[in-house]
């Protein structure tokens, strides 16, 4: 099954769109936005696979939302703008919907993303056997991931580094932030920036909103500030 959200500022171009999500085999509406904000607010915390998103909207256009994300949701655009097309596909959308679009036409841009989705899931190996170690495809391999050696994961586009106590080097594996986030257990490993997920058990030293691993330092962004400080707050002597 695949995820997906409607995001459009007209309420009945917003429901048309959801109302299609919802009729269509393989696809599950996980939640309608009448702006990008709230959207983007959602996926901080969610994890879909699909996004519609129309173009022309105030305060965040599709575009520059577009250009939020990080690697991983598909975006199909949904507008009544012809001429944003050539920019749309520089971002490497999956489809452009021109308005007004029926659910034909709806119909083959979904299945171009449940294709496209298909081989990159097939490709990302990530099976957790248990709450001690996941798998991870690695240069034509495929690694064992302790829980316990993690020292932290950074994410680059399409690709993450996992940085491990046992490793020489860190592991490179293509999948997403996102994705690899949602296989670590709950209340061991948190992302504190966009680009950092820490293992909490290997924090030693913090200093001015830094995570300090070695010589590298880990940032602690605004988004992620006050989550992290509960933990310490929860910790602290």
Known sequence: MITAISIDDE????????????????LILAGSFDNPIDATEFLTDHLVDLIFVDIQMPDLSGIEFTRLQEKG???????AYE???LEGYKLEIVDYLLKPFGYEEFLTAVQKA??????EKRDQIKVEVNNEFL???SDYKIKRINFNDILY???MKDYVKVYSSNEPKPV???TSLKLLEAKLPSGRFMRVHRSFIVNLEKINTIERSRIVFGKEYIPVSDQYKQKFQEFLDTNFI
């Open 135 to 137: 798998f991870l495809k």
């Open 153 to 155: 994961i950074e994410g």
């Open 83 to 85: 001429k944003y097309a």
């Open 114 to 119: 449940q294709r496209l989705i298909g081989l």
């Open 11 to 26: 309420p009945l171009a917003l429901q048309l769109v959801s109302g299609y999500i919802e009729k269509t085999p393989g």
């Open 172 to 174: 490179l594996s293509l």
């Open 73 to 79: 949701p598909k975006i199909i655009f949904t507008t």
